[in-house]
Nanobody, 126 residues
Framework: QLQLVESGGGLVQPGGSLRLSCAAS????????IGWFRQAPGKEREGVSC????????YYADSVKGRFTISRDNAKNTVNLQMNSLKPEDTAVYYC???????????????????WGQGTQVTVSS
């Protein structure tokens, strides 16, 4: 069974940090563009950050540039999202997705994905 599972969400104070992980089972993430997306109540799903399958090319939404970092751990078949300097407006359900034959910008902007995880809640509040 092909599956993506997110972990690492939780409640954090403004200015704090969280590290999200996206783990794959049943397939190898190496061959896919991987993206992190988020959806807040009443809002559309938006692309946060995406990373390519081969050359390490990355894309970040303007709202997270300089604060979030996406990375691959091919040995563990995971993709991580390090989130620093968190703000209340970062509160959302965060999803990871995998897509084949798509650029990082296309994946994050459209957004698209062949496989999606179930999401993990991130709440930034004092």
């Amino acid at each position: 069974q092909l599956q993506l599972v997110e972990s690492g969400g939780g409640l954090v104070q403004p200015g704090g940090s969280l590290r999200l992980s996206c783990a794959a089972s049943g397939f190898t993430l190496d061959y896919y563009t991987i993206g992190w997306f988020r959806q807040a109540p009443g809002k559309e799903r938006e692309g946060v950050s995406c990373i390519s399958s081969s050359d390490g090319n990355t894309y970040y939404a303007d709202s997270v540039k300089g604060r979030f970092t996406i990375s691959r751990d091919n040995a563990k078949n995971t993709v991580n999202l390090q989130m620093n300097s968190l703000k209340p407006e970062d509160t959302a359900v965060y999803y990871c997705a995998a897509a084949a034959f798509v650029s990082v910008q296309a994946m994050c902007v459209m957004p698209v994905g062949d496989y999606w995880g179930q999401g993990t809640q991130v709440t930034v509040s004092s």
